[in-house]
C-alpha cells in the first residue's frame, strides 16, 4: 500500500534550518509529482511547493527564496529545505502524492491544495519557528 512519512521538523529559532524528508513506498515514485502543504493551528492548508516528475520545482511566494524542494527518486524520497525560517513558517508540514506527473502553472489545481489533485497524504511533521 502507498505509504508517505515525513521527518525532521522540530523547533528552530528564527533565521535557522530545517530539511524536511518525506520517504515514498508503494507506487512508482518517479513518476509522479510530489508536494509539500503546511497547516498552520487555526488557518487553511497552505500548499508550499510542487516537484514534478521531471524535476521542475514551483513554489508559494511565502517561501520563494528561503525553500527548495528536491526528490532523489532513487531513495523514493522528496525533500525541503527550508532556509531562513521564520515564525510564520510554523505548521505541520505534510508530502502528498498528486494524481499526476506535472501540474506546471496554468494547470488546474496548481498552487492549490485541494482533495482534487491529491489521492496520498502523510501525516505530517511539526516545525516549530521560535527564540
Known amino acids: 500500500q502507498v505509504q508517505l512519512v515525513e521527518s525532521g521538523g522540530g523547533l528552530v529559532q528564527p533565521g535557522g534550518s530545517l530539511r524536511l524528508s518525506c520517504a515514498a513506498s508503494?507506487?512508482?515514485?518517479?513518476?509522479?509529482?510530489m508536494s509539500w502543504v503546511r497547516q498552520a493551528p487555526g488557518k487553511a492548508l497552505e500548499w508550499v511547493s510542487d516537484?514534478?516528475?521531471?524535476?521542475?520545482?514551483y513554489y508559494a511566494d511565502s517561501v520563494k527564496g528561503r525553500f527548495t524542494i528536491s526528490r532523489d527518486n532513487a531513495k523514493n524520497t522528496v525533500y525541503l529545505q527550508m532556509n531562513s525560517l521564520k515564525p510564520e513558517d510554523t505548521a505541520r508540514y505534510s508530502c502528498?502524492?498528486?494524481?499526476?506527473?506535472?501540474?506546471?502553472?496554468?494547470?488546474?489545481?496548481?498552487?492549490?491544495?485541494?482533495?482534487?489533485?491529491?489521492?496520498?497524504w502523510g501525516q505530517g511533521t511539526q516545525v516549530t519557528v521560535s527564540s
Open positions: 502528498s502524492k498528486d494524481l499526476r506527473g506535472d501540474r506546471g502553472p496554468g494547470s488546474p489545481y496548481y498552487s492549490r491544495p485541494s482533495l482534487e489533485r491529491y489521492d496520498y
Open positions: 508503494g507506487f512508482t515514485f518517479s513518476s509522479y509529482l
Open positions: 516537484i514534478n516528475s521531471g524535476g521542475a520545482a
